[in-house]
């Protein structure tokens, strides 16, 4: 009984601290605005556009923040953060060191768009996975440069997942 006790308050301070690692943006946006792909699983590489409206829509990548932009044409953006890569912490995303490219697999996108709060990290970053260091501009180019690419490769993928799922075999209730 004292062990089940022991291992149900573990779990409690386990699962607390979980919820204590995600910030408050992640709180409130819990997925991707267009993807549907969990903020807290991709902080590292997550984006949240406060506008002056008051509203705010957070994105799991630069990639979704570019559709963003596209789709909210009229709206007045006030701040724009992205994570910094190292600390997963928002910092604001046109002060951001960017990356391009390297060996690391982006998030929705095939050319990776990295962003870091100071440049020994982007350049740290670099040393260990390649890349070229950009300023926000330049990544957002480069996602409009993208999107297509990326658009088809993913809609490839999400055919492909739905095919597998379709052919699994559904358990048979009685």
Request: with cysteine.
């Amino acid at each position: 009984m004292k062990k089940f006790f022991a291992v149900l308050l573990a779990s409690i301070i386990g699962v607390s601290f979980s919820f204590a690692a995600q910030h408050q943006d992640q709180l409130d946006h819990l997925s991707c605005s267009y993807c549907g792909m969990d903020r807290t699983k991709f902080g590292h590489s997550r984006m949240l556009v406060k506008y002056e409206d008051g509203g705010e829509v957070g994105t799991c990548s630069i990639h979704c923040m570019a559709l963003e932009f596209a789709n909210a044409i009229d709206r007045m953006p006030e701040r724009l953060f992205v994570a910094d890569y190292s600390s997963a912490e928002l910092i604001d995303a046109e002060q951001a060191v960017w990356v391009l490219g390297g060996e690391k697999p982006g998030v929705m996108t095939s050319r990776a768009k990295w962003a870091f709060a100071d440049r020994p990290s982007a350049d740290a970053f670099i040393v260990k996975n390649g890349g070229a260091i950009a300023s926000f501009e330049e990544a957002m180019k480069a996602s409009y440069e993208d999107m297509y690419q990326d658009t088809q490769r993913i809609r490839k993928m999400r055919a492909m997942k739905k095919k597998k799922m379709g052919n699994m075999k559904m358990p048979k209730h009685n």
